[in-house]
């Protein structure tokens, strides 16, 4: 519904959105879809991402200032806490929509991968959220009752094998959100996952393999792959005051298809190449 009149389900909210890159991106979208909702906030990328994207449209669009951000240096954390609390004063909610693999932009297979490369995919696509929650928490920026989402992929699950050294990252980041969310429900701040279905975004479309995978779960899912759109109207819900006591869980955003074995599309499609043929 990003173009549909919202439910003011944020108003007076704010917020940081990390990694939007450009209009296809989920973090895109959801900056979107809380500006619709009635909620400020701050955009945030790498300064590699904000001059090879074209973030400043979403920026003049949602009236949301940029703040650069390598999410590896404690520095540049540090100093975009500084600036949303000069910007914002505190904020509501955080998305973290950031997921990076020099492995698999240079094609190494998992066997096979770089290990600096591999400290690099799991420092910026995991470990960056706890620097992230970690100086948010130093700067007493994060209002009680907040909400933290990070998305992430059914791959820290179930191994795809082209999504390589990814899979791992993203077990790592389900894992530090459920550790963040147990440390921060004193203050009711709730820190999630999302496990958003294959999307055609940029950073999906540029993985080996991806038009297979998408097509995979959209026959597999029943109600089909959700879209960035779809996604986004999701995270709302989850930083809005209705999901207060949601914590610590990887909530799957992908049509059914994690409790699905196999659809009838699926055995009509395999039968059709490999059934039985008459003589």
Known sequence: MSEEKGYGLLKGKKGIIFGALDDRSIAWRVALACKREGADFVLSNAPIALRLGE?????????????????????DVEKLMTQTKEALGSVDFILHAIGMSPNIRKKKEYND????????????????????????????????????????????????????????AKALLESIARNYGSRLAKRGIRVNTVSQAPTKTSAG??????????????????????????????????????????????????????????????IEGLNSLYGDKEE
């Open 55 to 75: 973030l400043n449209a979403l920026s003049e669009e949602t009236d949301a200032p940029i703040f650069p951000c390598d999410v590896s240096k404690d520095e």
């Open 205 to 266: 479309t540029g993985i080996k393999g991806f038009d297979g995978m998408y097509t995979f779960a959209d026959m597999i899912a029943p109600l089909g792959n959700p879209s960035a759109d779809e996604c986004a109207d999701y995270c709302v819900t989850l930083f809005s005051d209705l999901t207060r006591k949601v914590t610590m869980q990887n909530l799957y955003h992908d049509g059914g298809f994690v409790t699905c074995g196999i659809s009838e599309a699926m």
């Open 113 to 168: 991968l770089n290990y600096a490369w591999l400290n690099q995919t799991l420092d910026i696509s995991a470990i960056s959220l706890h620097r992230v929650l970690n100086h948010a928490e130093k700067a007493e920026i994060l209002n009680d009752g907040g909400s933290v989402v990070a998305l992430t992929f059914i791959g820290a699950q179930r191994i795809f094998s082209k999504y390589s050294d990814m899979n791992d």
